[in-house]
């Protein structure tokens, strides 16, 4: 089975959040399944952004794509061939699209002509997949950006023997984004006012239409799939994914635990694991004199990581913040919304003995925070699956979560739960329920011994790996949709 994906970001590549690393991990576990149910490597395209480094000598194969808004009706795309670790990936190119300096924006909004960039990208990626003489099966496609591919195959390939017989699997990784396109831009996708395609005159809402025309959909935890469903998560397309049926289906993801280990992180001062987790204690004493914390005082750090944005429930955390610091130090690291980042700066500027607040994205810092702290806040409001508590889990910091999506089935709580938990969940998205979580886990820390030892070793026992657990599941889900294609397809 030949499997392709399109996606807009990709670790290392592009990221600006959980999309790249699941693309990047869950794009290598397949091509390394027992059995070899999927042809390997996987093709992965991806926009050439400006930050996108290509390697000396990388293929370069150029193509005409059909674009609506050149005068000739194509313009040429050239596709960059990278081998990448596991999978090849291929760099859609084309300077007027990507070469810009944001991937979906600048400070001042989103690209207008977003419809036409991401069209194009998935234009080309379809015109890249019938050039290169090997059909593919399964188009595997990640959020709003990639959706134009199914709808395009829909409205131009249905006879091409190629792409038309290709089923597609619509994943949602964040459904708070739509790819909105109004009418009066309907054109830059070749599409118009009344177009058989279009459901709506107003527009076209692309990560709608991605649900409607995939053969199967799927988001990244069961929990987020039930959420989805319901009007309170649905962001307006509950409706849309309750009329799929079966064919809406939820697969947690998995952790790339090559990437996030603890006894090989090289960015920690001293490798731990399950077995042996002597080294924390140094990586605690290290990080806490690096932020300016003071290393003896045995009060808990509680850390947070994360795009300062209300998804993430950072402002709960600085709700919570000026009676939590009684009791724990605090360690921040993200940045984003301004109206965040004041009110956290204005906690930290009261306390720096007991705040620290590192206002950026620092890859290696993340790994020395994961390690060094002794419990990780995760409050999300909404949370479709989740990394860093899963990172946390592993690096012996038991997670504080909102119990919802992906963050209801990857912990589990010890207050409901005595002697079986890995961590703390609560339910409000209040400063006040947040407060009670970390006290209650502020308490258990406290007193300290065997109870705690072994919460924070049943964490880490946590098998998050892709190999066994996530990637068979997209396997099945992308030969069912395989399935459908071939039963459905009028041209089968
Ligand atoms: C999005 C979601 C996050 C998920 C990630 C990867 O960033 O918000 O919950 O883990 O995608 O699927």
Redesign the pocket.
């Known amino acids: 089975m030949r499997v392709t994906f399109i996606a807009a970001e990709c670790e290392p590549w592009a990221k600006t ?3 790249a ?2 693309v990047d991990a869950l794009a290598r576990a397949l091509g390394t399944q027992p059995g070899a149910p999927v042809d390997a490597p996987i093709d992965v395209y991806l926009p050439r952004y400006r930050s996108v480094p290509v390697p000396e000598g990388a293929p370069v194969t150029p193509i005409r794509v059909p674009d609506p808004t050149a005068l000739t009706g194509t313009t040429e795309v050239r596709i960059v061939d990278v081998a990448a670790d596991g999978y090849r990936l291929r760099l859609v190119d084309h300077p007027p699209a990507f070469d810009r300096d944001g991937f979906y924006g600048d400070a001042a909004g989103d690209y207008a002509d977003n419809a036409w960039r991401f069209g194009l990208f998935c234009r080309a990626a379809l015109e890249a997949i019938r050039a290169d003489g090997r059909a593919t099966d399964v188009l595997s496609l990640h959020d709003w950006h990639a959706a134009p591919a199914v709808v395009f195959r829909d409205r131009w390939y249905a006879d091409d023997p190629v792409i038309g017989r290709a089923a597609a699997v619509m994943t949602l ?2 459904l708070a984004y739509h790819g909105w396109v109004p009418r009066e831009r309907l054109r830059e996708l070749g599409l118009a006012v009344g177009d058989p395609i279009l459901v709506e005159d107003a527009g076209l809402d692309l990560l709608r239409a991605g649900i409607d025309h995939a053969e199967l959909v799927n988001t ?1 935890s069961p929990g987020f799939a039930a959420e989805a469903l319901t009007p309170q998560y649905g962001m307006g397309l509950n409706g849309t994914l309750r009329a799929k049926g079966d064919r809406f289906v939820g697969i947690l ?1 998995g952790l790339d635990t090559t990437l996030w280990d603890p006894a090989t992180d090289r960015d920690i001062v001293a490798p731990f694991s399950r077995g042996d987790v002597r080294g924390k204690a140094a990586c605690r004493r290290e990080l806490l004199v690096e932020l300016g914390l003071d290393p003896r005082d045995p009060s808990p750090v509680i850390g947070m990581i994360g795009r300062l944005d209300p ?1 993430k429930g950072f402002d709960l955390l600085a709700g919570a913040a000026p009676s939590l610091i009684a009791d724990a130090r605090l360690v921040v690291l993200g940045s984003g919304d301004a109206k965040l980042v004041a009110s956290l700066r204005d906690v930290a500027a009261r306390r720096p003995d007991r705040v620290a607040l590192l206002e950026r994205f620092d890859r290696a810092l993340a790994r020395r925070i994961y390690a060094g702290i002794d419990l990780f806040a995760m409050p999300s409001r909404f ?5 860093g508590q899963m990172i946390a889990l592993r690096y012996g910091s038991p997670p504080i979560v909102r119990r919802t ?2 963050l209801r089935d990857t912990v589990v709580d010890e207050l409901s739960s005595p002697g079986r938990g890995t961590g703390f969940a609560f339910d409000d998205a209040t400063p006040v329920a947040l407060l009670a979580a970390c006290r209650a886990a502020i308490a258990r820390f406290a007193t300290g011994g065997a109870g705690w030892d072994s919460l924070v070793d049943r964490g880490m026992a946590q098998d998050f790996d892709w190999t066994t657990g996530s990637a068979p599941k997209y396997v099945d889900a992308f030969r069912r949709a395989v399935e459908i294609r071939a039963t459905e397809h009028r041209g089968a």
């Open positions: 959040g959980g999309l690393d699941v990784h964040n990244v993801n998804q949370e479709p699956c989740g990394q999506g992906g």
